[in-house]
């Protein structure tokens, strides 16, 4: 059974860093992307950032509202994606859910399963 | 980039009723490449629909999704009391693999 379980959310100033954490099981990790996708209370979804799989070379994309912010990784030792953000912003605010891809070549895929997401406040 | 557009914003039906729910693209999605995804309150979307028409794994047959181009549609043939949710539609035919702003179905 495919798992993804988000950690690292939490209360943080505007400015300041925080990172998250999915870890994953129930498929080979180091074959599949993995992204994150994030939540505003009450509204809608936003692709945030993915890292492909082996194939794809680890390649990263970034939505344009985080590029030079926000850096995804992987440690395929440990089954697990990160999220550093740096800079944070009160619209960046939100529940982070972590997806895996099915991925159709470049920055071109679905989310065929996803964690139960954890929340960024962003707050003084 | 493509914009997604969902209607109606709201739909309110009964349970037994069908279920009709649009999403337009701003211009042609390739290959057919829309997912649908359904979210209940307070968990993850699950996806529904992937290739505009394939179910995912253990999805009911009474979801379908139909459309190419930029005009896609989920029909839900007869609502179950626990298919009362948010439905998003999301293009990856292009890049960003965007959604679009979700159509609430409630029980009327």
């Known amino acids: 059974e495919v798992q993804l379980l988000e950690s690292g959310g939490g209360l943080v100033q505007p400015g300041g860093p925080l990172r998250l954490s999915c870890v994953a099981s129930?498929?080979?990790?180091?074959?599949?992307?993995l992204s994150w996708v994030r939540q505003v209370s009450g509204k809608g979804l936003e692709w945030v950032s993915t890292i492909t799989g082996s194939g794809g070379g680890d390649t990263t994309y970034y939505a344009d509202s985080v590029k030079g912010r926000f850096t995804i990784s992987r440690d395929n030792s440990k089954n697990t994606v990160y999220l550093w953000m740096n800079s944070l912003r009160a619209e960046d605010s939100a529940v982070y859910y972590c997806?895996?891809?099915?991925?159709?070549?470049?920055?071109?895929?679905?989310?065929?399963?996803w964690g139960q997401g954890t929340l960024v406040t962003v707050s003084s | 980039e493509i914009v997604l557009t969902q209607s109606p914003g709201t739909l309110s039906l009964s349970p037994g009723e069908r279920a009709t729910l649009s999403c337009r693209a701003s211009?042609?999605?390739?290959?057919?490449?829309l997912a649908w995804y359904q979210q209940k309150p307070g968990q993850a979307p699950r996806l529904l629909i992937s290739g505009a028409s394939s179910r995912a794994t253990g999805i009911p047959d009474r979801f379908s999704g139909s459309g190419s181009g930029t005009d896609f549609t989920l029909t839900i043939s007869r609502l179950e009391p626990e298919d009362f949710a948010v439905y998003y539609c999301?293009?990856?035919?292009?890049?960003?693999?965007?959604f679009g702003q979700g159509t609430r179905l409630e029980i009327k």
């Open positions: 997806a895996r891809i099915l991925n159709y070549g470049g920055n071109r895929y679905f989310f065929d399963y």
């Open positions: 211009q042609s999605v390739s290959s057919s490449y």
């Open positions: 999301q293009q990856y035919g292009s890049s960003p693999p965007d």
């Open positions: 129930g498929f080979t990790f180091s074959s599949y992307g």
